[in-house]
């Protein structure tokens, strides 16, 4: 490790336990000496999950009655497998897997092993993550992992999760095969690791919980940071789902479990001074002294803190994948030094916001194509091509018929306006002196009042006026007769008046 350890000197973080640990001396992996069943070279069938808590029967003599199947039951059913590959891996359908290696062991816990194996697998190589259940002890997180790979994690596989390959059947154990994470090696994440590095663990929890998964065992040891700078997270069996299935031992989480884990996630990684933000929480906590942040994100319990936050974890491990030289291994951390260094200088191109996939659309529809923007070097705007008139017929070089054509593409006159109102005119007082039924008389009358009527209603001191003198109207118009009643009226208060 000559060359990367004199390039990882020129840095800052040089020191750091993640960069120490990825340039420790090259060893050779050693073989297990544990005893591995050999396969029955089948593909595991559809199985039922087993109910655990029912104690089970002691063996007797006698002949176990067994009840057969319903006549409607799909023989199909019994040969079904129990996991599809994706379309990657679909010519492993079938197909047996032989070792032409020792297997190399990575991890041992009280439930399952996981190997590195190397072989055969029809007349393929193939060196593969293999996963063993063994079936004499009590499995956890079997099948709600299975289901998880079938559904919620099918489209994050290869992504952020590894790719699960197929399930196979061996002799006392259950090997489910998966991808590796890189053809090289991968590390464990740390908390010392560059920030580009930490904010790729955080983007894939953060698509994790998109899918609505809780992974529920947040440690750095199941974050795995591949030759190719690519985090992978693994160990599936403690998780939940916003959709649970009870079936499968799948158990429901909310959305506060999950804001929660992302809390842990940045804590174990140090993601932008959470840690210290963490133990300013728990301090404050101590003191019954909380802020408004605090209500939304509560700190973590004491004694969790002390158990689980708060506790020593293991340094990082380093895997290198059997059959490589120390020159190849050189070489593979040589070009993650240049992809580390160019995300920290051009930021990561995960960053960028990735376009939505369009809707298939059925095959008779064509999108009809949108004409190209010519280049503009000069940086001024194009105006937009303008599309050819068609050419003039006869009728519309008539001048009846443009002015028809103008008349209607002329916009319509404005509405009339109302008039402001005017002050209200007094109308003239009809004559209460006249008659309804009868017309109106002119404003002035002359009326023809004899001598002989008035000399007859005054008295006998008074000498009888001089008869009135007729006025005829300028205009030609009908006398009007005035009735005897009304003319008595007027006699009398002209008698008034002359009095």
């Not at 002989?452 to 006025?471: C, H, K, R, Y």
């Amino acid at each position: 490790m000559t060359l990367a350890s004199t390039r990882i000197a020129s840095r800052s973080d040089a020191s750091s336990l993640f960069f120490t640990t990825l340039c420790a001396a090259f060893e050779h992996p050693q073989p297990s000496r544990r005893r591995i069943p050999q396969e029955t070279q089948q593909t595991i069938p559809l199985e039922l999950p087993v109910d655990w808590s029912k104690p089970e029967h002691p063996a007797s003599s006698s002949p176990r009655r067994t009840k057969s199947l319903p006549k409607n039951f799909p023989r199909a059913t019994l040969a079904k497998p129990i996991y599809t590959p994706p379309k990657e891996w679909e010519w492993t359908t079938g197909l047996p897997f032989q070792d032409t290696e020792p297997r190399i062991p990575l991890s041992s816990g009280a439930m399952c092993d996981v190997f590195v194996r190397t072989g055969l697998l029809g007349h393929e190589p193939l060196q593969y993550i293999s996963k063993q259940w063994l079936t004499s002890t009590r499995w956890h997180g079997f099948f709600s992992e299975l289901a998880l790979y079938k559904v919620q994690l099918k489209s994050l596989q290869g992504r952020v999760v590894p790719t699960l390959i197929n399930v196979y059947a061996a002799v006392g154990a259950i090997d489910v095969a998966m991808k590796l994470p890189h053809a090289s090696f991968w590390i464990e994440a740390s908390a010392d690791m560059p920030n580009v590095l930490k904010k790729r663990c955080v983007q894939a929890y953060e698509q994790l919980h998109t899918a609505g998964v809780l992974h529920g065992d947040v440690e750095l040891r199941h974050m795995l940071i591949g030759g190719d700078a690519r985090v992978t997270l693994i160990d599936f069996q403690e998780s939940k789902a916003l959709a649970p299935n009870p079936a499968v031992q799948l158990a429901a989480a909310s959305p506060e479990e999950l804001r929660f884990e992302m809390r842990k996630v940045k804590y174990r990684l140090d993601y932008e001074g959470a840690r210290e933000l963490e133990h300013q929480r728990v301090l404050r906590a101590k003191r019954s002294s909380r802020r408004a942040e605090d209500v939304r994100d509560p700190p973590v319990g004491l004694a969790e803190w002390e158990s689980d936050w708060h506790a020593s974890r293991p340094d990082p491990r380093r895997f290198v994948v059997p059959g490589q030289s120390t020159e190849d291994l050189e070489r593979a951390i040589e070009h993650f030094l240049d992809i580390v260094d160019k995300l920290e200088r051009d930021g990561d191109p995960d960053d960028e916001p990735q376009s939505v996939p369009s809707r298939k659309r059925s095959p008779e529809f064509k999108r009809p194509a949108l004409p190209r923007k010519p280049a503009n070097s000069s940086g001024r705007k194009v105006p937009p091509p303008v599309s050819p008139r068609p050419p003039k017929r006869k009728a519309d070089c008539d001048e009846e018929n443009q002015s028809k054509r103008a008349r209607k593409l002329s916009p319509p006159p404005p509405p009339p306006q109302p008039s402001p109102p005017n002050k209200r005119k007094r109308e003239p007082e009809p004559d209460v002196y006249l008659d309804w039924d009868e017309p109106h008389p002119p404003k002035r009358l002359a009326l023809e009042v004899t001598s002989t009527v008035v000399a007859q209603s005054l008295p006998s001191d008074i000498p009888a006026p001089p008869p009135p003198v007729v006025v005829q109207p300028k205009s030609p118009l009908t006398p009007v007769q005035v009735p005897r009643s009304i003319m008595f009226r007027w006699i009398g208060k002209l008698w008034k008046v002359m009095s």
